[in-house]
């Protein structure tokens, strides 16, 4: 008897994704619910489990385009587990559950210092791509170990964020990124003696075309415009280095900036509410504007694999550490491909922080449909007039700010004063605990 692998239902507007990775191979064991596939769509990268326990068959290849509810593989419910009660405790992983055991010669066993001979009379390659004993006994994704190929990296000096500790394509892609001045542990394939040029082309993952298509949307529907601004940072920063300590004790978490820039954003959205509206399709089906009585404030934050925007609901209702938390959690889990659908659609406002990439100034792009979004960048000492209306001098941590926004809905005059309120509440913090 045999079970079907589908792919489930991710979300209502989700008709399709790619196979990123088969976790179990074919022909292996997987117990009931354990994880046998990552599925790549437009909006999350999301788990499959095995619907019964059996040896896993796989109908469809990594890379494969397949439909919510087509059937993908399947898991042989008749078949004996390998092993039985004596499977070895190597062939365990994802917190206990069992899988099955590798082929006889695999099987996990110490490493001896010198590579012994396989059956065709050369060293058995241990499975890193620079050829080391100890990356292969590294778990890792195919998509994983072809990226690590290709770039050089041995898997060994990789930390793996994935079920039991397997090292996934993010990983390794986090790994580069850290790691840009030299990566230790790697070997780059060397290239022609006159530098390569060598041209390759790849394709697009669902998410980046997601990305890609809601950019040019925006820019095609929207009377977008930018005003800026720029803040003084300064106040800010002496209460976090005057509390920082007491707070982190408190509630378990850092006092960043973001906190302070979601509730001032939080403050101006109640006191210019058009900006936290957006427009939409009347009964009669001409345009309208939808008002909304809560601030969702959307965060963008970097992933592995794009952009990904998580909403904080009913903002207004949270804490300075609240905001800190709910951030933190999304940025690890972003990270990790472990946001929800749910957790990425909606929002009014969206808040996005390019100074942690060292950007000094940008124009936003609308997040659809709201109509506007803040836009943070890197602090920088400049020379500026302090204290206001003194006449003197003085070098000051500076910030630029950017507001875009949808003309069709937002009045300049309104957007100027919105950004000119969350200057004041970020140069004045008080103005924040005392909701001026």
């Known amino acids: 008897m045999a079970k079907s692998i589908v792919i489930p239902e991710v979300g209502e507007s989700v008709t399709s994704g790619i196979i990123g990775a088969w976790l179990v191979k074919d022909g292996e064991w997987a117990d009931r619910d354990q994880t046998v596939l990552e599925l790549e769509t437009d909006k999350v990268t999301m788990e499959v489990p095995a619907p019964a326990a059996g040896i896993v068959k796989h109908g469809a290849a990594e890379g494969d385009e397949v439909d919510v509810g087509a059937a993908v593989g399947e898991i042989d419910e008749s078949a004996s587990k390998p092993g039985g009660a004596s499977e070895p405790a190597a062939a365990k992983q994802d917190g206990g559950a069992a899988v099955a055991a590798p082929p006889k010669p695999e099987t996990a066993t110490p490493v001896p210092s010198t590579p012994a001979p396989s059956s065709n009379g050369s060293a058995s390659a ?8 100890s990356s292969g006994e590294v778990k890792a994704t195919p998509l994983a170990r072809k990226l690590a190929d290709d770039k050089g990296i041995d898997l060994a000096g990789v930390a793996g964020t994935g079920a039991g500790g397997r090292i996934r394509e993010q990983d390794v892609i ?5 790691h840009q001045d030299g990566v230790s542990g790697a070997a780059p394939k060397a290239g022609p003696a006159g530098g390569s040029r060598v041209a ?17 949307e925006a820019q095609q529907t929207a009377a977008m415009l930018t005003t800026f601004n720029e803040v003084d940072m300064g106040a800010v920063m002496d209460l976090r280095k005057q509390h920082k300590e007491a707070f ?44 909304h009585d809560y ?19 009913n903002a207004e209702d949270l804490s300075f550490a ?3 938390k709910t951030i933190k959690d ?23 922080n390019g100074g942690i990439f060292g950007s000094l100034m940008s124009t936003p792009i609308l997040n659809p449909p709201q109509s506007a979004i803040l836009g943070m960048h890197g602090i920088k000492k400049r020379a500026v007039e302090f204290p206001a209306g003194s006449g003197q001098i003085a070098l000051r941590p500076m910030m630029y700010l950017a507001l875009s926004y949808d003309h069709r809905i937002v009045d300049g005059a309104e957007a100027v004063q919105f950004l000119v309120s969350i200057k004041d509440a970020i140069e004045d913090p008080a103005r924040l605990m005392l909701d001026l």
Request: overall charge positive; proline content about 7%.
């Open 174 to 178: 986090g790994f580069l990124q850290t």
């Open 295 to 313: 601030q969702d404030v959307a965060i963008a934050v970097a992933g592995p694999k794009g952009l990904v925007v998580p909403v904080i609901r």
């Open 330 to 352: 999304f940025g690890v889990r972003a990270r990790d491909g472990k946001l929800d659908l749910s957790e990425m659609t909606g929002g009014t406002f969206t808040i996005t």
């Open 126 to 133: 241990p499975g890193g791509p620079n050829g080391s004993a």
């Open 248 to 291: 982190g004790e408190k509630h378990g978490i850092g006092l960043g900036f973001m906190s302070f820039f979601v509730k001032a954003a939080v403050q101006a959205l109640q006191k210019f509410p058009l900006i936290n509206a957006n427009i939409v399709a009347g009964p009669d089906g001409k345009p309208a504007i939808e008002h």
């Open 322 to 324: 609240g905001i800190e």
């Open 200 to 216: 390759r082309v790849e394709k697009m993952a669902p998410l980046r075309q997601r990305i890609a298509s809601r950019l040019v």
